[in-house]
């Protein structure tokens, strides 16, 4: 029994120690150390109010599928700055080459920026973020900032240089390691001015001193010699022989020696003097190039905000060009939507206007043509009968238009003729003769007002008189022909 027992038990045993070895490996793997060059972030989920957990050395333990890592170099970065036309605080631009050497910060607040902004982004792409920063906080820097605190007092520069990139690069995980700004130059030679003003003043306080050195060297000079020969001539004085020679001596020697020493000291003070003149003259020459040094500068300047004003009234005027224009062109596209709506309006009248013409016309002429119809069809076999009562229909429209041609005439002289007639022994045809030719003279006369020549065949006048003249009485058995003739 107990070796059944135990060959039972060592198939559950040997499931233990497997599963105690897979988690064992498991921690082993999820266990993640941080190198000291590196910072370690973890990922996932790490706490209520937290988007990461970062760590700089030791390690920390992965939970699977909730957790996951990376990793963001210490390594630093060095970025150039080449700085060119940045304003500074009296309106000269300068030129600021510089070298700064940046890298993710280990402080826990920053790391976690770092950890939120730069997680996952190469070299390249930090370094272009902070090259924007750097580029931004260096203009504002100069902007607040003269020239000769920028060029001078260097400290001073870089300690703001430092205060201000730093502070924006926390916030997005990195930190400042060094800066180095190269030689600082402007472009209307301002800063070159300044440093020849300074070795020309260092120059000429130089040779102050040395002409300074120069007199108290000539003064001492002079003062040992008299003291010299005056103890030489004391000392010969004392002697017994020739103290007058030697008084005399000593007298003309002390004469030499001051007149020597008053040359000396004159000799120094018109040094002096040649020095101060140079000194003078080197400052009046420093001053008169810092002088000009400045107008240069501020004609820049002014010639700078003229042409940003030139600048500026050229954008508004073309701004303005370019609104009056689309404006127009929009005036004018409406204008000519305008017109074409009202010649597509007045079209569309005529076009009406006819339509409707023709549909009348149409109208008119189908209800004559149905006249006309109906017309025929009463007159039956007498079809030549249509065209005279067409005629008789018309005839009130003839005589009115007949009426207003002759309406605004002026006429003179009118006759009025009757052709007459005998009893009934005459034919109709002699009486139409006798009437015809009877009403020849009125017929001229009218012809005569009216300035028309009648044709041949009607005779003359004369002939017409002739014509109708009364015939010779008639006999007692014969009836006088009767004809009236009025004329007025």
Known sequence: MNEVGGLTFLPLIG???????????????????????????????????????????GGTFIVPLLQDFAYLSLEPLTIEIDLTSALSMKNIRVNVPSTFTIGISTQHDIMNNAAERLLGLDEREVSHQAQDIILGQMRLVIATLSIEEINQDREKFLDLVNKNVNFELNKIGLEVINVNIRDITDESGYIEAIGRKAASEAVNKAKVEVAEADKDGAIGEATANREREVMVANQSSESTSGQKEAERNQRVRVAEIEAHAVTGENESRAHIADSEADLEERKATAKRRGEVARASAERDVLLAEKEAELARLQKEELARQQVEKEKIQVDA???AERIRRVAQGEADAVLAKYKAEAEGTQSVLEAKASGYEGLLRICGDRKDLAPALLLIEALPRLVAEQVKAIQDLKIDKI????????????????????????????????????????????GRVKDAEEASAPPPKPGPDDEPPKQAKAAG
């Open 15 to 57: 499931v233990i120690v497997l599963i105690v070895a897979f988690f064992f490996t498991l921690v082993v793997r999820q266990y993640k150390r941080c190198p000291s060059n590196r910072v370690l972030v973890v990922y996932g989920k790490v706490g209520a109010e937290q988007a990461a957990k970062c760590l700089h050395g």
């Open 333 to 335: 596209d409406a204008e």
């Open 415 to 458: 006759t009025v003729w009757d052709g007459g007639a005998k009893g009934g022994d005459t034919g109709a045809t002699a009486g139409f003769l006798r009437g015809l030719i009877g009403s020849l003279p009125p017929m001229h006369d009218l012809a005569e007002q009216a300035g028309i020549d009648l044709p041949e065949v009607l």
